[in-house]
């Protein structure tokens, strides 16, 4: 018995020292992370949480999932780069993204004017090569951000409308069309970058209840981890009666009409 009771402490103390270890581990890089990202921005940030994404044998990238310290709202991803046997670690973000989607939301809600009464938005921008953002600190040139980053970004918008008491196809896509002419001929981006603006359909009882930051965020946090979508319910589902997403390629051309969205819509 006493035997027994020896090796179960023996492995429960080999066991909380190999967690111990991860711990200290992790931290350590959590730390670097950290004090990357205070450098080269000047504020704080909190860690969520890190998973490993290896591009083949040579290249190992730690994806750290994390967001300032005053706004959980605005995840970003940072990655651990070590390539090969080299020592030498490097740190890629996409954190500029956040920076620039006050930009973005301030321009449509410009565009919208007096028809934003029963339309609302919320964006965010993805960005397929973290490296290309290096050069973006805490103060960006929204232009030359649209001009830099055309090939490597896209302009992600939400809009939540209100479709009153009855859903009328017809009137709606008059509606989406509208919005995507003016986005694109008011000059949202003066250079090209792709552009999707996603549409959520409300009856006038859940408008205010539907929040397009909250499905932003929901989309943004979902794209840097799957797994995220499956612990966190989606709230906003119940208030949407039809969604439908249309898309310029270069932002600065659309060609759909309106009897090609209404064959689209659902």
């Given at each position: 018995?006493?035997?027994?009771?020896?090796?179960?402490?023996?492995?429960?103390?080999?066991?909380?020292?190999?967690?111990?270890?991860?711990?200290?581990?992790?931290?350590?890089?959590?730390?670097?992370?950290?004090?990357?990202?205070?450098?080269?921005?000047?504020?704080?940030?909190?860690?969520?949480?890190?998973?490993?994404?290896?591009?083949?044998?040579?290249?190992?990238?730690?994806?750290?999932?994390?967001?300032?310290?005053?706004?959980?709202?605005?995840?970003?991803?940072?990655?651990?780069?070590?390539?090969?046997?080299?020592?030498?670690?490097?740190?890629?973000?996409?954190?500029?993204?956040?920076?620039?989607?006050?930009?973005?939301?301030?321009?449509?809600?410009?565009?919208?004017?007096?028809?934003?009464?029963?339309?609302?938005?919320?964006?965010?921008?993805?960005?397929?090569?973290?490296?290309?953002?290096?050069?973006?600190?805490?103060?960006?040139?929204?232009?030359?951000?649209?001009?830099?980053?055309?090939?490597?970004?896209?302009?992600?918008?939400?809009?939540?409308?209100?479709?009153?008491?009855?859903?009328?196809?017809?009137?709606?896509?008059?509606?989406?069309?509208?919005?995507?002419?003016?986005?694109?001929?008011?000059?949202?981006?003066?250079?090209?970058?792709?552009?999707?603006?996603?549409?959520?359909?409300?009856?006038?009882?859940?408008?205010?209840?539907?929040?397009?930051?909250?499905?932003?965020?929901?989309?943004?946090?979902?794209?840097?981890?799957?797994?995220?979508?499956?612990?966190?319910?989606?709230?906003?589902?119940?208030?949407?009666?039809?969604?439908?997403?249309?898309?310029?390629?270069?932002?600065?051309?659309?060609?759909?009409?309106?009897?090609?969205?209404?064959k689209n819509m659902h």
């Amino acid at each position: 018995m006493k035997k027994g009771k020896i090796l179960s402490a023996i492995l429960i103390a080999l066991v909380a020292a190999v967690l111990g270890g991860c711990s200290v581990k992790s931290s350590a890089k959590d730390d670097k992370a950290l004090s990357y990202l205070k450098k080269k921005y000047g504020m704080q940030f909190v860690i969520d949480g890190y998973y490993n994404s290896n591009d083949g044998k040579e290249v190992e990238r730690s994806k750290i999932i994390t967001h300032p310290t005053n706004n959980k709202s605005k995840p970003f991803i940072v990655e651990r780069v070590k390539i090969g046997t080299d020592t030498k670690i490097t740190y890629e973000d996409d954190y500029s993204c956040r920076l620039i989607e006050p930009m973005v939301d301030k321009k449509v809600k410009n565009i919208l004017g007096n028809d934003s009464s029963n339309i609302k938005c919320a964006s965010y921008v993805s960005a397929e090569d973290y490296q290309n953002l290096d050069d973006y600190t805490s103060k960006i040139d929204y232009d030359a951000f649209i001009k830099d980053q055309g090939n490597n970004s896209t302009i992600n918008i939400i809009a939540v409308v209100n479709h009153g008491d009855n859903f009328d196809k017809n009137t709606e896509a008059q509606k989406v069309y509208s919005f995507m002419k003016k986005i694109v001929d008011t000059k949202l981006v003066k250079t090209h970058m792709h552009i999707e603006v996603s549409f959520y359909f409300v009856k006038s009882q859940y408008y205010n209840k539907t929040n397009p930051q909250a499905i932003a965020y929901r989309y943004n946090r979902s794209m840097m981890d799957s797994e995220w979508l499956n612990k966190n319910e989606n709230t906003t589902k119940n208030y949407v009666d039809h969604s439908f997403t249309l898309r310029s390629e270069d932002g600065l051309s659309y060609n759909q009409d309106i009897n090609e969205i209404m064959k689209n819509m659902h």
